[in-house]
C-alpha cells in the first residue's frame, strides 16, 4: 500500500498535532512572563529612582531618607518576582531567563547601591539574593523561588559602577566634597575583583569594558577634589 | 581653614569611627573579602566557560559526522535492493556509535545542571543530528520519526531535545529528501521521488500550520517551503 493513501502513515500529521499542542502551551507561558517582566521593568524603577535624588541633596539626612524611600519601593518588586517565579513551570529557568534579567539586574543594582550608601560595603551575591526574595546558590535550580543568575549580579554591580561614577561628580556640587575619596575606595575593590574574571565575547564582557571609564571619571574627580584641598 | 596632612586620610572614611588605623583596617578588611568573593565568582565562571567549551567541541563533532552519514545514505539511489539493505544498517551503526561516543558525554556534562542553560552549545549538532536520524528512518520505514518515541528515546534521556531543535532537524531533512528525489530520477529510479513527493507534501502542509516562532524558525520554514515548491514544479 502506497504511503500516500494512508493518510496517518507516514506519522506526520500525529507529530505536528502534537506540536502543536505543546507549542500553544509554551507560547502562553512565554506571553504571562513578558507581560509580567515588562511590569517589573516598570517597578524596577521606583527604588533607582528614589535614590537618584541623591545627585542633587546627598547630605546625611537625605541620604537616609532616600534609603528608606528606595526600601519600600523594592517591596512591590520583590511581591512581582515571587509571581514570576510561579508562572515558569518548574527547571525551565533559563528556557525563559532572557525574558526578564534586564529587572533583575536593575534590582540587583538598586540594592548594592543601598549597601555601598549605608555602610561602604559590597553586598554579596547571597544577601543580595536573599534582600531580593531570591535563591542565592545557582548550581541544580528547582522550585519555584528564581535563583539570582551570577552574571544578572555582575551585570548589576557595573550598572551601579557607572552610578556612583555621576554620584561622585554631583556629590561635590552638592556639598559633599568627602564622597568622592569613598566611592573611589570602593571602585577600586570592585575593579580589581572584575580583573580576575575571564570573560568570553558577550554582553557582560561589553558592559565591562565601560568600568575602565567609570574608574577613571572617578579617579579624576577624586583627583580634583585633592588638588583644590577641598576635602 | 588650612587641612593640615594629619587630617588628610589615605584611606576609605567609612561613617563612624575616627581612628586613622581602624580605617585602614576597615579598608584592607573590605578589599580582602571583595577578591575573597571575586574569586569565586572566577571559579564559578571559569567551570561554566569550560563545560561549555567541551559541549560546542561534542556537539561540532556530532554536525560532522551526521553530515557524513547523510552523504552516505544519498547512496540508496537507484541502488539494489542488496545495496540499499547494506547503506541503511551500515549508517545505523554508525549512529548508535556517534551516540555513544558524542552524546552519552554531552549528557554527562549537563548532569546537575540546568538543561536550557547549555541548549545552544549542543543544538547545531543535535539538529544535524536529528536530520540523519529522520532521514534513516523514513529510508527505512517510510515514516517522520517522532519526537518523543523516536529521537528522544534513542538518545540519553539527560539531554535536552527542543521541540524546536527537532522542528527545524526535520526542515531541513527537507532539503535532503528534495536531493535525494533528484539523484533518484538522474537513475531512472522513479519509485523513490514518487515517495518523497508525498511525504514532503505532508509535511510542508503541516510546517505552515506552525505559527511563526520568531526569525530562526520561520525563515528556515519559508525559505525551505518556497524552495521545494519550486522543486516539485520542475520534477
Known sequence: ASPATDSNATGIEAEFQLYLNQLAADLATVESVKATAAELTKLAQLPLQALRCIHRSCDTNSISKAIDEARAALQPSIDLLAKLGQQMPAGTYYKYHQLWREPVQQLCMAVTFISFLESDRLLS??????????????????????????????????????????????????????????????????????????????????????????????????????????? | QPETAASKRPNATPPGPASDNKCARLSQDENNKVAALFQTFKERLDVKQDRRERIVKLSRDITMESKRLIFTLHRVAGASDEERLAVLTEVSQRLDKLIASKLLPISSELTGQDPWEYRRAYSPGLQELIEAMTFLEFL????????????????????????????????????????????????????????????????????????????????????????????????
Open chain 1, 125 to 231: 551575591l547571597e544577601d543580595a539574593a536573599s534582600q531580593l526574595g531570591m535563591a542565592g546558590d545557582s548550581d541544580g535550580g528547582g522550585g519555584s523561588t528564581l535563583h539570582l543568575d551570577l552574571e544578572d549580579y555582575l551585570f548589576g554591580l557595573l550598572l551601579l559602577a557607572s552610578e556612583l561614577a555621576r554620584l561622585s561628580v554631583n556629590a561635590v556640587t552638592a556639598g559633599r566634597p568627602d564622597l568622592p575619596r569613598r566611592v573611589a575606595d570602593f571602585a577600586r575593590h570592585l575593579e580589581a575583583g572584575f580583573r580576575l574574571l575571564n570573560f568570553k565575547n558577550d554582553a557582560l564582557r561589553r558592559r565591562y569594558d565601560g568600568l575602565k571609564y567609570d574608574m577613571r571619571k572617578i579617579e579624576e574627580v577624586l583627583y580634583d577634589v585633592t588638588v583644590r584641598k577641598l576635602e
Open chain 2, 140 to 235: 527505512s520505514t517510510g515514516r517522520l520519526l517522532s519526537l518523543s518515541g523516536g529521537v528522544r528515546d534513542r538518545l540519553p534521556s539527560g539531554l535536552l531535545v527542543s521541540q524546536f531543535d527537532y522542528l527545524l532537524g526535520v526542515c531541513d531533512l527537507s532539503g535532503e529528501l528534495m536531493r535525494l528525489a533528484l539523484n533518484a530520477a538522474a537513475k531512472a529510479d522513479f519509485d523513490t521521488p514518487e515517495r518523497v513527493l508525498a511525504f514532503l507534501q505532508k509535511l510542508l502542509g503541516c510546517c505552515e500550520t506552525v505559527p511563526d516562532r520568531g526569525p530562526d524558525c520561520s525563515e528556515r520554514l519559508l525559505w525551505q517551503a518556497g524552495d521545494n515548491a519550486a522543486k516539485r514544479g520542475k520534477s
